[in-house]
């Protein structure tokens, strides 16, 4: 299955009094980069999603970001650690003492001191188990979406390998008729030129132009590409740098191919191959 690199997903869930939030995006890279965005309270998950996703994606820039936000319920929804409350206000006395003058501050100032307020515990393996389903289905979500896009590249590509192969088939019959005008050409020339021309010196140097612009291997090892690159494509397994190399062979065969056509007809050949292979050299680079 032809799965792309690039992709969202999103989902949520409730753990006690808090809603978890996930997204994860998916791009393409050479390698399987994880990027991973984590509340402080979270990250003690952090090795355990880098292994989850890892396990599952093979190549692309991932990056997986993980938030929460506090239901409203009845009760309090933070607890005030009193003992860091005396020790603030011992504190002030402490330094007021040292001042000319006692400075007022109300309750909410207290509050807001870091370590005054305090979130209910949650137990720490419940909301472990939780984030881990969270993100094995907001992972699903992403695989799914990496597949119906790699569906429709795997079209995208077969269509294009499918006219690639008309042309070649259309450059391996012409070969023939460039060849018999390039000896005509010659041989009014030379007639021109030439009062008594030496026709079997002319056969000669036919051949040797011949063989200099012969271009059936090219065409042969195109097909064989285009081939390969349909095989490749019905593989389950990532396939993504073994298409990339193939483009680049693609590639090099229509660049000779180019240098080699001796007419008009024969480099649009060359040029229409070149426009299809760069095509899908842009699809592919979306390929895991």
Request: include cysteine; charged fraction near 30%; glycine fraction near 4%.
């Amino acid at each position: 299955m032809i799965k792309s690199m690039t992709a969202f997903a999103g989902n949520e869930i409730e753990i006690g009094d808090l809603t978890l939030s996930c997204e994860l995006r998916s791009v393409n890279h050479r390698y399987c980069d994880i990027s991973l965005r984590l509340p402080e309270r979270l990250r003690f998950v952090e090795a355990e999603l880098r292994s989850a996703i890892a396990a599952k994606i093979s190549r692309g820039k991932v990056e997986c970001s993980l938030s929460y936000k506090k239901q409203a319920k009845n009760g309090p929804s933070f607890i005030i650690n009193m003992d860091a409350v005396a020790t603030l206000l011992a504190a002030t006395n402490t330094i007021e003492e040292q001042m000319l003058g006692t400075l007022s501050f109300s309750a909410l100032d207290v509050l807001a001191f870091p370590g005054i307020q305090q979130e209910p515990d949650v137990d720490k393996e419940q909301l472990g188990l939780g984030i881990t389903t969270l993100v094995d289905q907001t992972l699903a979500q992403l695989l799914e979406a990496r597949e119906r896009e790699g569906a429709q590249l795997k079209i995208l590509l077969e269509e294009r390998c499918t006219k690639m192969l008309g042309f070649v088939d259309l450059a391996g019959k012409r070969i023939p008729e460039v060849l018999l005008l390039i000896r005509n050409k010659l041989k009014d020339r030379i007639t021109e030129l030439v009062a008594e021309p030496d026709f079997d010196r002319l056969e000669q140097e036919l051949v040797l132009l011949a063989q200099k612009l012969d271009i059936t291997e090219e065409l042969d090892r195109l097909e064989t590409h285009i081939n390969e690159v349909l095989r490749v494509l019905k593989q389950k397994d990532p396939v993504g740098r073994r298409l990339d190399f193939l483009m680049q062979e693609l590639n090099r065969e229509a660049n000779t191919l180019g240098s080699k056509s001796a007419d008009k007809e024969m480099t649009q050949i060359a040029i229409e191959l070149k426009v299809l292979i760069e095509q899908m050299r842009e699809q592919v680079q979306n390929i895991e």
